[in-house]
């Protein structure tokens, strides 16, 4: 009875996929059906000549979908070598990654947001964003492929449309330099202390800004010491005029960057490749130091009030850089690739820094700021605006174009020329003694290197020896007591002033003593 009953079953299974079979044998016979429609035509209305068309059409879309299937089916199996199963688990975990960078993307597009519309944007092109999450599970349809650089952008090459370039501003600087640039005949015969008078009376005159010729002294031997100048004091004393007026005088308008409190990484001085535009945002820090390389004047750019964030975090890899004692190493990584419309002076994906770009920054030391860390000082010389200098009256005075040659000659010249004195090398010397007796500190050999430059450097633009010392010794050495517990230290700090009357002369070393009574007082 049980036998008899599979039996039946199967014979039943069979009886279904037979007339399965036979049915599609007798609904896909074109042949016959063509042969009993033209038997029957003349019979046929206009009704049913339609609903016959009808019936054949969708057959043929049938047979039709049916082989596509079967032929995507195929493809799969055939062509990627896996179960589709595991190709559907690994096409997942690719669509999950794309989603996951795509949002990392987005959060860094709302931090920069700020600074895209700084460059002129008005923000619209993030709001494709949130679309791109949704896009993702389209897959990489739309990527953009690498195409070797076969005929790469050049200064030779023709201009082309900044449109059609990844960087737009970069682009157009390539074609200003290329169509419409005429270099300016260099004054090249102005010695140093001609420089830092003209540049006084210039700004007295022409910008209506008042400074100290010792202040201007500072300022040019800095930037003969270092390539970055700090400019730190009370707001309204001039730190942001001081750099924009020396633009002016030397026919070179500063680049201002003003530093934003988000900031926190090299992307917000350099830009970032904007996956979904595929375009670079490229920043005024950037463009600066991309233009430096076509033009010989010195230029300046401002991080203005550049410790509203830590300086250290968006600013440590030119830190870095600018140590390196090779100016031919002085590159930062800007791409991983070239493409064939980049910007001509971009190699291996790096732009140099040129030697004619000097970096100031700006600093106001209040409770909204944060304080530099000492290897910002370190590699930098601060001078201090605490106070606006008084009118004077002078003849009006022109500006002067420069070369960056010419005036890093003169830098070179006044190191040879100036030396620090083995006499004032001997009282360093004495001194760094006694403050690692009392103090803990040391000078440093960097900072014995940048004294005996910056003391060459402002002999050479007018001062003097005691000076340069004075003041070096102020803002290099002396800074650092901040760190102390000068609280516990007031006698130890008395002691110090009358050091440096026995080892450099009484009322000589002024703002070193006006320092150690500042100190003494805000402890």
Not at 183 to 191: A, H, K, L, S
Not at 213 to 239: D, N, P
Not at 466 to 475: G, H
Request: glycine share 4%.
């Amino acid at each position: 009875m049980f036998d008899n009953f599979f039996e039946y079953f199967f014979q039943d299974i069979g009886k279904i996929f037979t007339n399965l079979f036979n049915f599609f044998i007798s609904v896909f016979d074109f042949a016959f059906r063509f042969e009993v429609i033209r038997s029957h035509s003349e019979d046929f209305s206009v009704w049913e000549w339609i609903l016959t068309v009808l019936v054949n059409l969708v057959l043929i879309a049938l047979i039709v979908v049916g082989v596509y299937i079967l032929f995507r089916l195929c493809k799969r199996i055939f062509r990627f070598g896996v179960a589709p199963e595991k190709y559907d688990e690994l096409l997942k975990k690719v669509r999950s990654l794309q989603r996951d960078l795509i949002r990392a993307n987005y959060e860094k597009d709302k931090l920069l947001a700020m600074r895209v519309k700084e460059l002129g944007g008005d923000g619209s092109d993030l709001e494709h964003l949130n679309v791109g999450l949704d896009d993702a599970e389209d897959g990489d349809e739309n990527k953009d492929a690498f195409v070797p650089n076969q005929n790469r952008n050049t200064l030779t090459s023709p201009c082309i449309d900044p449109s059609d370039s990844r960087f737009f501003r970069l682009t157009s600087v390539d074609n200003l330099y290329k169509t419409g640039y005429t270099p300016p005949e260099y004054d090249n015969e102005i010695t140093l202390a001609e420089f830092c008078d003209r540049f006084r009376t210039f700004s007295a005159s022409q910008l209506k800004l008042y400074y100290n010729i010792e202040i201007i002294r500072y300022f040019i031997a800095s930037m003969g010491t270092a390539r970055i100048v700090i400019l730190q004091g009370i707001s309204g004393t001039g730190k942001t005029s001081l750099p924009y007026a020396f633009g002016k005088f030397v026919q070179k308008d500063t680049t201002v960057v003003s530093v934003q409190p988000s900031w926190r990484e090299r992307t917000e001085l350099y830009g970032y490749y904007n996956e979904f535009t595929k375009k670079y945002i490229e920043t005024d820090f950037l463009r600066s130091i991309y233009e430096g390389n076509y033009f010989r004047d010195p230029h300046i750019v401002i991080l203005d009030e550049m410790n509203i964030a830590r300086v250290e975090y968006y600013f440590a890899e030119m830190l870095s850089i600018l140590e390196m004692p090779r100016q031919e190493d002085w590159k930062i990584d800007i791409v991983s690739a070239i493409w064939d419309n980049d910007p001509c002076l971009i190699e291996n994906g790096s732009i140099s820094i040129p030697n004619n770009i000097w970096f100031v920054g700006t600093i106001n030391n209040d409770d909204s700021t944060f304080a530099v860390a000492d290897k910002v000082y370190d590699r930098a010389i601060p001078i201090d605006l605490d106070s606006r200098a008084e009118v004077f009256e002078c003849e009006e005075t022109e500006p002067v174009y420069v070369s960056t040659d010419h005036l890093n000659a003169l830098f070179a010249e006044a190191k040879e020329k100036y030396p620090i004195s083995q006499e004032m090398l001997e009282k360093l010397e004495v001194l760094n003694a006694y403050v690692i007796k009392n103090f803990r500190l040391a000078f440093g050999n960097r900072v014995m290197k940048q004294i005996g430059e910056f003391v060459s450097c402002y002999i050479a633009c007018g001062g003097t020896e005691i000076e340069a010392v004075d003041f070096i010794v102020a803002k290099k050495v002396f800074r650092k007591f901040e760190s102390l517990s000068i609280g516990f230290m007031k006698d130890e700090l008395t002691k110090l002033s009358g050091f440096l009357d026995r080892t450099f002369g009484k009322n000589t070393m002024v703002i070193c003593k006006e320092y150690i009574e500042m100190l003494k007082k805000t402890n």
